[in-house]
């Protein structure tokens, strides 16, 4: 892309006449991708509006709001109860849908953040001329970017222009949530859906900026499997743990020991997404963890330095990694923690400040941060290792019996945890109730506050729960990245006939109670089921958490490729991208649809023809708002749980209303036909994972599956419900066009009962929700 300007000396039109005029033409597309440019790139607020009307006229916002007052400006706060509006006019649901806006526009302006610095990293240390190169088996590199931007990325310094688009979309998005601008609900949430598909342009920048700079996995299924847990660090050796999603320091402590040839020497970790691509970078790295284990590992003081990049770091890092002796070197300017800034400062001079107490720095040259943080680890470890960060199991008990039960920590914690009876045992020798809490256990701290007699509860909990902190030991499949052309080629024409019934991506921050094995337990019903599984960020790790009774992991188990009865992580946070990837490739790769700038037509194909769903389990923060919303535009329905009144907005379909499940059928010039509803929901909110294991499958059905295809669905959701339910459905006759979609087993019992409900065969469609395909497409 680049501006064009040129000078016009003389025109004269019927219209006009012109003389030096000079004109600017803003950015031209430069590339050597010989598909035709779409109706549609670089789109800005409004131009994909009509799609967005489309689905939310069929997925109606319905909110459940967290807070119904505004505070936003100085006019109010403003009371929104029972009709009532803002100073400023709002009403109840357009405020929802604001909040919902803006949560979106944090989310997508953070991965864009971590996509600028790590672009620009990447061109200052390889150059902006670096190639592109995912590798001989994906030529459809940029999915996401290619659809929507209209570009397909060659060189690194592609990227910042894709960036540039992308960083304007979001402040357009975030202006529309100041007081006076947005007052319609639905246009708020079409502009959700805008900096949601924006998010997932810069994940994909991010992520592809990476795969290339830093020699990742290129789509490869047989990634490295690599070791995950708390038990997993080798003590008797210097630690340092990298937090956060932004591997940067992370690849330069690692270069830092290769160089010194001391990889043997040091254990190098990770926690939250970090940890995933420090393990694509060097797969001898360990990931400690996901979310809900900063606190309990920071407190365990196992960690000789921890480096803080950026996102979903806790924010009392520096007060707890203090109290155990751990330095802290954080490096983002997002992250500062008030740490003076050493970036400029002689390298020796820092790692002596360190190693003599300083609690930390802030060191914004990540060549630096990663030859200090190594070094001071390796010269505070010995005098650290005699350091006692946690009460010994005598001492849990004397704690304990200082608790008065005054059930306060229960109350305040989110799950309403048996702390006080946990305590009671414990006071007279009984350590196991501590140890349930550990497993149970979000690790959120909200309890220990709120203690009169200032217990360390999380430390009671970690050192009574040791054995199973020890034995903390698992594999997860390092993140494989994007998903290869080849395996697209191989599984595009049974998805979308639905002979392979479905996609579902396990995603989210692993953040949910009742403990670790609803994401590995789900995944597994899929996997056996001969379903494609996928998944990423911490709930890919949390998967990795759980093991069979062989003592063995999904990724153990079942092939880590994109296709049927397999399980494919593909890495971090911003490695969502390709999972919305990957259902834009089937229609460029197997249909041969054209993705240029082609929003709207290839969002049309997904929302009808490819059965995918998204789950995110425990989902906690603004990124993964951003990121179900992006799916959402693109026709990708996702399930949020458990904590399901904490969602704020979902999108809901209405199956009694028929008029809302109509399509227009191609094969019949236009005509109108009624589909059912597949799938039924945008977005919705499951409580248990057995209501999400069933609803996942329902809306894995499309319009446009073969009677085999329905057959094969139909027969998983029926039988799903019987297993968790006891019972059918009461809405599968709903699914049924024709008596070939009946699962042969149940067949004749369920034709009988289609009979008595006066059902009527329908047809299935060649479908589209596009008014100006509905004769032909293109
Ligand atoms: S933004 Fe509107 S509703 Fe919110 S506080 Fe201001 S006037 Fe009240
Ligand atoms: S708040 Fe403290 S004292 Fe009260 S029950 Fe909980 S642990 Fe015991
Ligand atoms: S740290 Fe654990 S026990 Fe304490 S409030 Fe949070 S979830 Fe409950």
């Known amino acids: 892309m680049s501006k064009l300007k040129f000078k016009i000396e003389e025109l004269k039109s019927a219209l006009a006449r012109m003389e030096g005029v ?34 939310l006229n069929r997925y109606k916002p319905f909110y459940s709001p967290f807070c119904d007052m505004c505070c936003l400006c100085t006019y109010g706060k403003c009371d929104l109860t029972a009709g009532k509006r803002g100073a400023c006019g709002i009403d109840m649901g357009a405020q929802q849908a604001r909040m919902y806006l803006l949560s979106s526009c944090i989310g997508a302006a953070t991965h864009g953040a971590h996509a600028r610095h790590m672009v620009e990293h990447l061109i200052e240390k390889l150059g902006g001329d670096h190639k592109i190169d995912l590798g001989r088996f994906i030529s459809v590199n940029a999915p996401n970017i290619m659809a929507v931007v209209g570009m397909r990325p060659e060189r690194l310094s592609d990227l910042r222009k894709v960036l540039d688009y992308a960083e304007e979309q979001i402040v357009q998005c975030l202006s529309a949530t100041h007081t006076g601008q947005e ?47 708390m038990g997993t660090l080798d003590r008797s050796k210097p630690v340092v743990i990298c937090v956060g999603h932004n591997v940067v320091t992370g690849t330069e402590i690692v270069d830092y020991l290769m160089k010194k040839d001391m990889m043997d020497k040091l254990e190098v970790g990770g926690l939250c997404c970090t940890a995933h691509d420090l393990t694509r ?5 360990k990931v400690v963890g996901h979310l809900s284990k900063q606190l309990y590992f920071i407190r365990s003081g196992v960690a000789d330095v921890i480096v803080v990049d950026e996102q979903c770091v806790r924010l009392d890092t520096l007060k707890e990694a203090t109290k155990v002796k751990t330095a802290v070197i954080a490096t983002s300017d997002k992250i500062c923690y008030g740490l003076p800034d050493r970036t400029n400062d002689p390298t020796g001079e820092i790692i002596k400040d360190l190693v003599n107490g300083a609690p930390g720095a802030l060191i914004l040259d990540s060549e630096k941060a ?50 006080p009876g946990a305590m009671e045992a414990a006071a007279k020798g009984d350590l196991s109730g501590l140890v349930d809490i550990y497993d149970l256990c979000l690790g959120c701290g909200v309890c220990e506050p709120v203690c009169r007699r200032d217990l360390p509860i999380l430390n009671m909990v970690q050192r009574a729960a040791e054995r199973k902190v020890k034995e903390e030991k698992h594999l997860l499949r390092s993140g494989r990245g994007p998903i290869l052309d080849t395996e697209i080629r191989h599984v595009g024409p049974p998805i979308v006939l639905g002979t392979i019934p479905g996609v579902v991506a396990y995603v989210g921050c692993a953040n949910y109670p009742k403990g670790r094995g609803a994401l590995a337990e789900m995944a597994e019903e899929f996997l056996r089921r001969k379903y494609i599984v996928v998944a990423s960020g911490c709930a890919a790790m949390d998967i ?235």
């Not at 004109?23 to 109706?39: A, C, F, K, L």
């Not at 830093?214 to 995950?228: N, R, T």
């Not at 970078?281 to 790295?285: C, D, L, N």
């Not at 006759?733 to 329908?762: H, M, N, Q, Y």
């Open 281 to 285: 970078y060097e797969k001898t790295a």
């Open 370 to 419: 990663g030859e200090v943080a190594v070094e001071v680890a390796l010269r505070i470890s010995e005098k650290r290792r005699k350091l006692k960060a946690l009460p010994d199991k005598q001492e849990v008990m004397e704690l304990a019996r200082d608790c008065n039960v005054c059930g306060e920590c229960k109350r305040t914690c989110p799950l309403d945890l048996s702390i």
């Open 22 to 55: 000079d004109v600017t033409i803003g950015s031209i597309i430069e590339d050597t991708w010989e598909e035709s440019m779409g109706p549609t790139p670089m789109p800005s607020i409004d131009t994909l509006r009509a799609w967005d009307h489309i689905l």
């Open 183 to 229: 007052g319609s609900s639905i246009d708020f949430e079409s502009k959700s859906m805008h900096v949601g598909m924006i998010d997932h342009v810069v994940m994909e920048a991010a992520d592809i900026a990476q795969i290339t700079g830093y020699g990742f996995p290129k789509g490869d299924p047989d990634a490295p499997l690599v070791e995950i847990g």
């Open 544 to 778: 990795a958490m759980h093991e069979d009774e062989d003592g063995k992991t999904l990724y153990e188990k079942y092939p880590g490729d994109f296709d049927a009865g397999c399980i494919a992580n593909v890495g971090s946070c911003v490695a969502n991208s390709h999972i919305s990837g990957a259902c834009i490739k089937i229609p460029s790769i197997f249909a041969r649809r054209n993705i240029r700038a082609n929003y709207e037509e290839i969002a049309d194909y997904i929302l009808n023809r490819i059965g995918a769903c998204g789950v995110a389990w425990g989902v906690y923060s603004q990124k993964a708002e951003a990121i179900a919303v992006g799916c959402n535009r693109w026709g990708i329905p996702v399930i949020v749980g458990p904590h399901a009144s904490k969602y704020r907005r979902l999108y809901l379909g209405r199956k009694d209303i028929e008029d809302d499940w109509h399509v227009y059928d191609v094969k019949a010039r236009g005509e109108r036909v009624f589909v059912g509803p597949a799938p039924e929901h945008l977005m919705y909110a499951s409580e248990t994972k057995e209501e999400c294991i069933v609803m996942t499958a329902r809306l894995c059905i499309r319009p446009n599956d073969t009677t085999k295809g329905r057959m094969i669905k139909l027969s998983h959701y029926l039988d799903l419900s019987e297993k968790y339910f006891g019972t059918l459905p009461d809405d599968w006759p709903v699914f049924v066009r024709t008596e070939a979609d009946l699962p042969i087993a149940k067949k004749d019992v369920l034709l009988k009962e289609l009979k008595e409900v006066g059902w009527k065969p329908g047809r299935i469609p060649d479908p589209t929700n596009l008014e100006r395909f509905k004769l032909k497409w293109r």
